[in-house]
């Protein structure tokens, strides 16, 4: 999709080493994979940045040709974004979408999901751009085309569900049921990663229990994921703000992994955020609500 990120991916693979074109017409495609000459077979990884504006674009034959190139392992990864941040980027940059020169952009965004359609559904893998920053962009590249090793990568992910989930997780746990540090005076300005929130969840008796039969699924079906030919596999964890709970279940989760022999790489989505009482679940407060709050009070139709 126009605007998903497409210049930067280019940028962040360049800097790992690829050779990297954007916009180049179809009809060059093999000779550049191939240098020119057909005797010639790619040594180096290189990237093809293709849009809707690219010369000879089909979304619908794409996929075969770049299959079809000899000598070369083909790998199509499809950007989106949704339509909102699209129409955000647009906004804030004052650029037209290239196919809503005389229209609303979210006319052009439309007629792009529809002719990028094909090309969405044969891509070998998908990153969706709208909640990532450039720099989270690039830590994701960077462990889906790992430069030094053709090891699999795994990844354990932290976020918040108040600033929405992750998109990028292929598991995805909810911790939201487990004693909230934010509603204890001395533990909020802390972090899942500070010893004392470890400490406080540890005593709620669902913490223990939870981490072992999670533990228990992940060293299962990891390796069946990568049995499966997927080269990375993400886990995230989520509570409510994204900077306790799901934080230091990350972090637990991480070490029992690595004594069982996986070496994990953790992201904190939101860890960075401010704490915020009005995105927390607060049970007392939730409490006195069902029961209406202030004996005095009533509701009148």
């Known amino acids: 999709m126009s605007g998903a990120g497409k210049s930067s991916v280019l940028d962040a693979l360049e800097d790992m080493g690829w050779d990297c074109v954007d916009n180049l017409p179809v009809s060059l495609l093999d000779n550049f994979v191939r240098g020119g000459r057909a005797s010639d077979v790619r040594v180096g990884p290189a990237a093809v940045g293709m849009d809707v504006r690219s010369r000879g674009f089909d979304a619908a034959a794409l996929p075969g040709l770049i299959r079809s190139i000899q000598g070369v392992r083909g790998e199509i990864l499809y950007l989106d974004c949704a339509g909102n941040e699209l ?3 647009y906004n ?3 650029r037209r979408h290239p196919l809503a020169a005389d229209r609303p952009a979210e006319d052009g965004i439309a007629r792009e999901r529809d002719m990028t359609a094909p090309l969405r559904s044969a891509a070998d893998a998908i990153i969706d751009t709208t909640d990532l920053t450039p720099t989270e962009l690039r830590d994701e590249l960077r462990r ?6 053709d090891e699999p990568v ?3 992910v932290s976020f918040g569900y108040a600033r929405g989930v992750s998109r990028t997780a292929d598991l995805m746990f909810d911790m939201r049921f487990l004693d909230n540090p934010h509603w204890v005076e001395e533990l909020r300005p802390l972090t899942g990663i500070d010893q004392p929130i470890r400490e406080y969840l540890e005593k709620d008796s669902a913490w223990t229990l939870a981490l072992d039969q999670l533990e228990a699924l992940l060293t299962d079906w990891i390796p069946r994921y990568w049995a499966a030919g997927k080269s990375y596999v993400t886990v995230a964890f989520g509570c409510t703000g994204g900077r306790h709970r799901s934080v230091a279940a990350a972090e637990e989760m991480s070490e ?3 004594k069982a022999g996986f070496s994990p790489n953790v992201r904190h989505r939101d ?3 401010q704490p915020s009482d009005t995105i927390e679940e607060d049970p007392g407060r939730a409490a006195a609500d069902v029961s209406g709050g202030d004996s005095g009070s009533g509701l009148n139709e």
């Open 87 to 89: 129409m955000r980027r």
């Open 92 to 94: 804030e940059t004052r």
């Open 256 to 258: 029992r992994l690595r």
């Open 154 to 156: 795994l990844t354990i």
């Open 271 to 273: 860890l960075a955020s």
């Open 144 to 149: 889906r085309y790992p430069s030094d090793s």
